[in-house]
């Protein structure tokens, strides 16, 4: 049983430019969360995907969104990146409001 | 911005000693969670305590919650090399039909052969 898969592993992009990253959940999870980790720091709650509608957002700015498929995969999209998006970009997976299982994140460098 | 306070942010300990964090939080909470994380990659989920539990064991883990003092605490006995890595505590939340998780900024745990 695969768990939560992300890609890409890494990513680098300069000032200004957009990136996608991806996740696909666990096998029988329907609810994907976002979060933000900078180094050294814990990770941040960026928003949370249910039936194909954001449920809940953090306090991120709109340059961050997201989407989620019927097949519950998910992407979270940021524009006009800042030196300051920089950092391990994390996924979780989930049943409900049951735990949450983390996939191997995606580090983005932003130059 | 961070719900969770852990306490130490760095513990370096000798091989089959035990290891004890803290954890502190603001607001009420569902439950509480301890994570670990190896250098950078993803969160490996611990356990979990409900804010009606006082007391939770899994394997060489004891987890205590303190919800009049807003704490909680980790305990890993007979620490050995390989649990060297970040461990986070994080709050857990139920908004409507939502649950976010808020994590603290962790300690670092460093166990020595």
């Known amino acids: 049983d695969a768990g939560v898969t992300q890609s890409p592993t890494h990513l680098i992009k300069t000032r200004g430019q957009q990136v996608t990253l991806r996740c696909s959940p666990k096998s029988g999870h329907d609810t994907v969360s976002w979060y933000q980790q900078a180094l050294g720091q814990g990770p941040q709650f960026i928003f949370q995907?249910?039936?194909?509608?954001?449920?809940q957002r953090g306090n991120f700015p709109d340059r961050f969104s997201g989407h989620q498929f019927p097949n519950y995969s998910s992407e979270l999209n940021v524009n006009a990146l800042l030196l300051g998006d920089s950092a391990l970009y994390l996924c979780?997976?989930?049943?409900?409001?049951?735990?949450?299982?983390f996939g191997p994140g995606t580090r983005l460098t932003v130059l | 911005s961070q719900q969770g306070e852990e306490d130490p942010q760095a513990l370096s300990i000798q091989e089959g000693e035990n290891a004890t964090m803290n954890c502190s939080y603001k607001?009420?909470?569902?439950?509480l969670q301890w994570y670990r994380q190896n250098s950078g990659r993803g969160l490996v989920h611990l356990i979990l305590?409900?804010?009606?539990?006082r007391e939770k064991h899994s394997g060489r883990l004891r987890v205590t919650l303190d919800t009049s003092k807003k704490s909680s605490s980790l305990l890993i006995t007979a620490s050995r090399a390989a649990d060297t890595a970040s461990y986070f505590c994080?709050?857990?939340?139920?908004?409507?039909?939502?649950?976010?998780?808020?994590f603290g900024s962790g300690t670092q745990l460093t166990v020595l052969p």
């Open positions: 305590i409900r804010s009606n539990e």
């Open positions: 995907y249910y039936e194909e509608e954001e449920r």
């Open positions: 607001t009420s909470i569902n439950n």
């Open positions: 994080a709050t857990g939340h139920f908004s409507g039909s939502a649950r976010q998780l808020t």
């Open positions: 979780a997976s989930s049943f409900g409001l049951n735990e949450q299982f």
